[in-house]
């Protein structure tokens, strides 16, 4: 059966070190300091080790294979995504990521496709990055869960994700910069606490505050199977109905009414949750996604999926069907 993981990451082998160039900053850049790995440098402090299947194509086509998969929905790791810089600087970072995935898709066309990144701190810049992804054959983008912790439903947004309408162009939003991370950082929280909640953070900005009812035809999926915001839309509606007052004051339509409306991938490492959010969601609104190639993810490619005893047709829709109707609109 044709499988598409819909959310991978990828850089550059190699990246020059923005902060050089722009003269200020904690840029991301790369040290190889033993054959197959790098560290990834957040200015002058270390973020962490990535390997060889962080960046080389013709690797990663060989481990999905094992899996039994062909094609790669690639983008940007979310630090990459730089929303604190100078608008000018993270649109000319943003060109150079982007050129990279086009020139992966270019070498590698059937087995790669490319969501491009935007500076989603500067309304004007990312539309102009819009039109030239569109241009270069991208189906969609990826962005964070906030810009520089303001949520996606603040006003200077809403021409982004208008444009993105207007383009047929997909959204990926991914988590990052978790909100309360500086004060949990024991355990590995950011991560695996910080991050649902920052995707359901997102999600119920997006609802909340009206900009999936306005743009009826927008195509949003959510990473990590919507983080926390399946497991509690419960909560999310009985604090719509009983206090409109301070939750329905942009938008009047229930937040359950958009489970059918938006995607979010299969990564649950829970295949009971799995079943739960596949119910809720429905079958043709959750895809194959792993997170590859880091610990966190799906590692396996969704095998557990095909161990769950659902019907051909069902695991169609997850494993390629709804992947394409989300990027492409059909």
């Given at each position: 059966m044709q499988k598409i993981d819909m959310h991978t990451h990828i850089l550059p082998e190699r990246l020059p070190n923005f902060a050089d160039k722009f003269g200020y900053g904690d840029f991301i850049h790369l040290v190889h300091e033993?054959?197959?790995?790098?560290?990834?440098?957040?200015?002058?402090?270390?973020?962490?080790?990535?390997?060889?299947?962080?960046?080389?194509?013709?690797?990663?086509?060989?481990?999905?294979?094992?899996?039994?998969?062909?094609?790669?929905?690639?983008?940007?790791?979310?630090?990459?995504?730089?929303?604190?810089?100078?608008?000018?600087?993270?649109?000319?970072?943003?060109?150079?990521?982007?050129?990279?995935?086009?020139?992966?898709?270019?070498?590698?066309?059937?087995?790669?496709?490319?969501?491009?990144?935007?500076?989603?701190?500067?309304?004007?810049?990312?539309?102009?990055?819009?039109?030239?992804?569109?241009?270069?054959?991208?189906?969609?983008?990826?962005?964070?869960?906030?810009?520089?912790?303001?949520?996606?439903?603040?006003?200077?947004?809403?021409?982004?994700?208008?444009?993105?309408?207007?383009?047929?162009?997909?959204?990926?939003?991914?988590?990052?910069?978790m909100m309360g991370e500086a004060d949990m950082r024991k355990y590995w929280l950011p991560w695996l606490v910080g991050m649902p909640a920052e995707t359901a953070r997102a999600a119920a900005s997006l609802i909340f505050g009206g900009v999936l009812e306005r743009l009826p035809e927008l195509r949003v999926c959510f990473a990590h199977a919507g983080g926390s915001l399946i497991p509690t839309i419960g909560r999310l509606e009985h604090g719509f109905n009983c206090r409109p007052d301070l939750v329905a004051i942009d938008n009047p339509i229930t937040p359950r009414h958009y489970l059918g409306k938006i995607w979010v991938d299969s990564a649950t490492h829970d295949p009971q949750l799995f079943r739960y959010i596949l119910e809720v969601m429905g079958e043709d609104k959750v895809c194959l996604g792993s997170d590859y190639p880091f610990p966190l993810g799906d590692l396996e490619i969704g095998s557990f999926i095909e161990k769950l005893g659902l019907s051909e047709e069902t695991m169609e829709k997850i494993f390629y069907k709804n992947t394409i109707a989300w990027l492409y609109g059909h």
């Open positions: 033993r054959e197959g790995f790098a560290n990834m440098m957040k200015g002058n402090v270390f973020f962490r080790e990535i390997a060889k299947n962080c960046w080389d194509p013709e690797v990663r086509i060989s481990e999905y294979a094992h899996f039994k998969t062909r094609v790669q929905v690639v983008c940007t790791i979310p630090v990459m995504f730089s929303y604190w810089a100078k608008p000018a600087d993270c649109l000319d970072l943003s060109m150079f990521l982007n050129d990279h995935l086009a020139g992966i898709v270019d070498d590698y066309p059937e087995n790669y496709i490319a969501l491009g990144t935007i500076p989603m701190q500067d309304t004007d810049l990312a539309i102009k990055e819009l039109e030239r992804i569109k241009s270069l054959g991208f189906p969609g983008i990826q962005i964070g869960s906030n810009v520089n912790q303001q949520n996606l439903s603040e006003s200077q947004f809403f021409p982004i994700f208008e444009a993105c309408q207007k383009l047929n162009l997909a959204v990926f939003i991914h988590p990052w910069e």
